[in-house]
């Protein structure tokens, strides 16, 4: 019996990470014949997208993109952080990963979108700084449509708002994403929280009515608990095999598991010895079809 179509879904949009051109679109037909030939229900539908996905990449190989601003994926999972200039994004993001880039107290200090990435659960997460959104992004205003191009290939976004800003500045930034019609799992990053009142974050976030987080790039702890948020940001659940973290979607069985190692195992595997939240005891040995949970240890057995 094939997986939920939700969950096939995820995982077809995993194995596309990073791949363009005629590598986009063989892996795509590839994928196709791994489907069920359904011809009504989610997996006909499944089916279409798939199809879709395949003609849509014809017309962006065949196309030129002048005003593009390809951003490479790295990672289990692509994160990036909006918000209008001056919102603290650059500094957030050396932060977090590490990464040396220019920083400053004026507007535009960034011009083009910025990856890095971070380690968070023992798993490679990528975050991109998009440059400050103005209102028009939408219309192409600063270069705003390519920006918005980038943001459409991300997983989720966090929304930056200094804690000083006037709330208008977060409408203005919601509002070009809605025109754009994007639509992401959101957070929205209370940043420079050293120079106002923690009460401002529960204020931004009764406002937008979305989850918000202080955080300051002073301030270890509230770096931590950022990351915490960010993981829960992914959707993604992380098990480990062979002593590795790695990252899958929830509701993904011992099989899933064994294809995110090689498709050779996933193919001789016949279930696995589990130690965790998803097992009786430890070590109990499970079929193929188990589902795991979060910081399950698994040993694929073949």
Known sequence: MPIPHRIAKQMIQRRLVGLEGGARIKELRSIL??????????YADLRKWVNGQIEESRVRKNATHRDSLAVRREGVAQIALVGPPNAGK???????????IKTGDYAFTTTRPVPAVTYIHDCRVQLVEIPGLIAGAAEDRGGGKALLGVLRGADAIVLCHAATMPLSELA????ELEVAAIEKRTLIA???????????VEEIARAAGLPAIGVSVLDDDSLDRLRAQLWELTGLIRVWLRGEAQALPPGA?????????????AASCTGARVTGPSAKFDG????RDHALADDDVVEILG
């Open 172 to 175: 203005t930034i919601r509002a």
């Open 190 to 200: 209370v940043t420079k929280l050293d120079e106002a009142d923690e009460s401002r």
């Open 90 to 100: 650059s500094s957030l993001l050396q932060a977090l990963s590490s990464i040396q």
């Open 33 to 42: 014949t791994e489907l069920p030939d359904y011809k009504n229900g989610p």
């Open 284 to 287: 109990q040995r499970v079929g």
């Open 253 to 265: 069985t011992v099989v899933d598991a064994a294809r995110a190692v090689h498709h050779e195992l």
